[in-house]
């Protein structure tokens, strides 16, 4: 079965840290893609990030970096040098085959809460 | 470019009353569509999904329902709200399979 978990429900963290939210999945496909979605309090989901399941290379986007590891299936992001317009609620999400009209299956999400 | 409208950006209505939401994308063709419904907790759960015009697929039994009349406007429909329907309701296009979902601004329904 198609699985993805974001065990930390809320962080809070002072604005110019780092900060790592964890994402862990399971899934019987052997090809997939990950996903990151940013929810700000304005609700739309916002897109980050789309990962294959053959590409394990860490990618970087400005203050924005993934670290995909097949071996622990995780894919977690660190955002660098938090701002408070970072604040949302993050999603990590799976696409397989065996996902229904191969829709995203979201997590739970984490809550981010960046203070000055 | 592509964009995806959807509306009304939030509702009330009472329980028994009828719903219908709407949501159309424009700058593509065939794309694949999506309703989600995101409840207090946060999580996102797949409604339906539509890969056709006149294609829908229930994931969830509820009083809902779905329907694609055109090849880019998703209906989402209800005959009787119940008090349980309440949330945020998300709607959504991707444009193949496992490729990246952009949603809508979500439109936010309370059943009173």
């Known amino acids: 079965a198609q699985k993805v978990t974001q065990a930390q429900t809320e962080i809070s963290v002072v604005e110019k840290e780092d900060v790592t939210l964890d994402c862990v999945y399971e899934?019987?496909?052997?090809?997939?893609?990950l996903f990151w979605y940013k929810q700000p309090p304005s609700g739309e989901l916002v897109f980050l990030i789309r990962?294959?399941?053959?590409?394990?290379q860490n990618e970087i986007s400005g203050r924005y970096s993934w670290n995909f590891q097949k071996s622990t299936s995780s894919f977690n992001f660190t955002i660098t040098a938090s701002q408070v317009v970072d604040s949302a609620v993050y999603f990590c999400?799976?696409?397989?085959?065996?996902?229904?009209?191969?829709?995203?299956?979201f997590g739970k999400g984490t809550s981010l809460l960046v203070t000055p | 470019s592509q964009t995806i409208h959807q509306w009304p950006a939030t509702l009330v209505q009472p329980v028994g009353s009828p719903l219908s939401l709407e949501c159309t994308v424009e700058?593509?063709?065939?794309?694949?569509l999506y309703w989600y419904r995101q409840a207090a907790g946060r999580g996102l759960q797949l409604l339906f999904y539509?890969?056709?015009?006149?294609?829908i697929s229930s994931e969830v039994p509820q009083n809902l329902s779905a329907s694609r009349p055109q090849d880019r406007q998703f209906i989402l429909s209800s005959k009787k709200l119940l008090l349980s329907d309440s949330g945020f309701y998300l709607c959504?296009?991707?444009?193949?399979?496992?490729?990246?979902?952009?949603f809508g601004q979500g439109t936010r329904l309370t059943v009173v």
């Open positions: 959504a296009w991707s444009p193949g399979v496992m490729t990246e979902a952009f």
């Open positions: 899934t019987r496909d052997t090809t997939y893609y």
């Open positions: 990962r294959n399941s053959f590409d394990e």
């Open positions: 999400a799976l696409s397989g085959h065996s996902n229904s009209g191969y829709a995203l299956n």
């Open positions: 700058g593509t063709s065939n794309p694949n």
């Open positions: 539509s890969v056709g015009i006149g294609q």
